[in-house]
């Protein structure tokens, strides 16, 4: 079966109403995929189809399938998963049972001919599954996205990228894309756009992923804040691995957070953005008030996930320690949601 990918050749670098599209220009690429399959049409960040890569692709029952891509990374990542697959089998580390529910369920290698050549593929659960406005947000974790086997060009490469987000805040945004109520559209932003951001477009950037720009759907960034906690409890205690160039996915459906906007886009007055004290969901350091309470559990909070992706250069720990870098990007990023949460 032949395919056509559109590639973009133009992208945005600022987030300005003119700029918010990223193929401006854009041409066909032609591959060939087996009959079931295709690219992936909510890949947002990472290796796409070019004369050089594949990206990721689609079946029709509801599975991506990442490619192995460079020998090195793809072997560490084809490891990653299936020692984490050995441990839910065997049921003998904790640790490792604990952080398989952050990562997306893993099932098996698969082997499909693309343009006449032989790839194998790691099968996986799709994140955006059932949802039908997925906003999605690729967010690379930790300042030192080279891993210990980084040639000296390579660390140099990583250390010149994204330097006034990622330096400061151990962050970067790779890729992205919203729906909103106003543009009626999914708004795609690429790694140009993540490479310009210091740590207040950082912020921004945040703050418009979840269309908060006029008020916060509290019961959303509650959701993304309580999934990152457990994440982040499970790095206060692990000292197996370090995670480098690996980044968090945070996903959530349109479909369902329109509802509760108003038409004109402002969420006040609807309840959603007023902190009370009254009937509080407690989840350490943030509440909701009780509709917000009941919007949140009516939901069954489904509609949102946050998973680890990109194992690509998970190493073993030398030393038995935290993974320090990977900890410091992420309580920044629990800041930044904290703070949209306290707005
Ligand atoms: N399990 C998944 N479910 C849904 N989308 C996914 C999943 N895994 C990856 N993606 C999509 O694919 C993109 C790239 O994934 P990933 O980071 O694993 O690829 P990569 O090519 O290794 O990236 P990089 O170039 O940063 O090394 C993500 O930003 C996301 O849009
Ligand atoms: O953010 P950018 O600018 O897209 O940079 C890419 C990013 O660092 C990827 O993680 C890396 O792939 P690996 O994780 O596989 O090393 C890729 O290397 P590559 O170009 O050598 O594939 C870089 O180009």
Redesign the pocket.
């Known amino acids: 079966m032949k395919s056509y990918i559109q590639m973009p050749r133009k992208v945005s670098t600022k987030m300005t109403e003119k700029h918010t599209n990223i193929c401006a220009a854009s041409e066909l690429v032609e591959i060939q995929l087996p009959a079931g399959f295709a690219a992936?049409e909510?890949?947002?960040?990472?290796?796409t189809f070019d004369t050089s890569?594949l990206?990721?692709l689609q079946d029709n029952g509801g599975c991506?399938l990442?490619p192995l891509?460079k020998p090195e990374?793809g072997e560490r990542?084809k490891n990653f998963y299936e020692n984490l697959q050995e441990a839910e089998k065997s049921n003998d580390s904790n640790v490792l049972q604990l952080l398989s529910s952050f990562v997306?369920k893993y099932h098996k290698t698969v082997t499909l001919v693309v343009n006449n050549r032989q790839h194998t593929f790691l099968k996986?659960?799709?994140?955006?599954?059932g949802m039908r406005k997925p906003c999605?947000m690729?967010i690379?974790v930790g300042k030192r996205t080279w891993d210990p086997m980084a040639s000296e060009q390579k660390r140099r490469v990583e250390e010149q990228k994204y330097v006034r987000c990622k330096q400061v805040l151990g962050l970067c945004i790779?890729?992205f894309q919203v729906y909103t109520h106003k543009d009626r559209k999914v708004l795609r932003f690429s790694k140009e756009y993540g490479k310009n951001l210091d740590s207040d477009g950082f912020r921004e950037t945040i703050t418009r992923f979840i269309n908060a720009q006029n008020g916060v759907f509290r019961p959303l960034v509650f959701e993304i804040l309580k999934q990152l906690y457990r994440i982040r409890e499970w790095f206060k205690m692990q000292t197996l691995y370090n995670f480098y160039?690996s980044?968090l996915?945070i996903?959530y459906d349109y479909e369902h957070l329109e509802k509760f906007l108003l038409p004109n886009d402002s969420h006040q007055g609807n309840g959603i953005s007023q902190l009370t004290n009254g009937d509080l969901e407690n989840n350490g350091s943030v509440n909701l008030n009780a509709q917000e309470s009941t919007e949140y559990k009516s939901s069954n909070a489904q509609w949102v996930k946050v998973?680890m992706?990109?194992f690509?250069?998970v190493f073993p720990t030398t030393n038995q320690s935290l993974d320090t870098n990977y900890i410091f990007g992420l309580e920044n990023l629990i800041v930044v949601f904290e703070e949209l949460m306290n707005r």
């Open positions: 992936m909510t890949q947002v960040a990472g290796h890569s990206g990721l991506v990442k891509g990374c990542e997306p996986m659960e799709d994140l955006t599954k999605i690729d690379k790779p890729g160039a980044s996915l996903v998973k992706i990109d690509a250069h």
